[in-house]
């Protein structure tokens, strides 16, 4: 089997991002999930299909960014989390103005049916190595606490939620619209994945009370993370593995 290898600019954003990792105590082992995808990535190698390129992607990304990032901000200062209990139909409602902010794409002719939504089955066994091999560290913590049944469990309600959102939302403003907006201003697939991997993780700031270095230095993990997906979206050509990970990574 060929290996697919990274290019220089991968490598070393792949090395800087598991540096941090391992510096900030989540250990060296978020390099497994990299190595599944340069082992094992050709498996899902779509050359049937392109990434769909058209400036009207980079457009549609920063009207819908802008859009998605203020409803964002506007939930965390009302501390909107702590308002609507425990309840998952108030969660779906509660998030139901930032997933429809996608739709505002259609403004600059973006349509969903714009993306590749097809899902192979060879792609099915590289997203669950991929996702098991990020969350191992998190699920030996879980497993000390409850059972493999809660685990299961856990996954089984989790995952369709987290398909709804954040993976569905995400997935179309960052590996979608975002990156093929960026291959659109004569950015190789390599910059543009790094690129978006970043302004991906950059959002989860929003996660904490106040900015500082050390804030950085803990959204490297889902830089890290975003850079991986965008991985799979260049094997595929495809969302779907990618909402589908997504999904599976909030879940725990």
Known sequence: MRVKKLTVNEMIFSIICLTIIFFIGQGILRIIPLIIIILFGDITLNNDMEIERNKKFIYAFILVFILYMSIQGYYDYINISNRIGDSLFKGLLINLPVTMTIFTAYFFGVRIKDFNWKLSLSSLPLVLLVWLSIEIIPFMEYMRSSSITDFISNIIINVPFKIYYPSIVEEMIFRGLCFSGLLT?????????????????????????????????????????????????????SLTPCIFLHSLIDSI
């Open 185 to 237: 201003i004569g950015l190789g697939e390599d910059k543009s994945n790094i690129i978006q991997a970043v302004v991906f993780g950059l959002i989860h700031i929003l996660n904490y009370d106040q900015f500082s270095i050390n804030i950085i230095l803990l959204i490297v993990p889902q830089i890290y993370i975003g850079f991986l997906i965008g991985k799979i979206y260049i094997n595929t050509k």
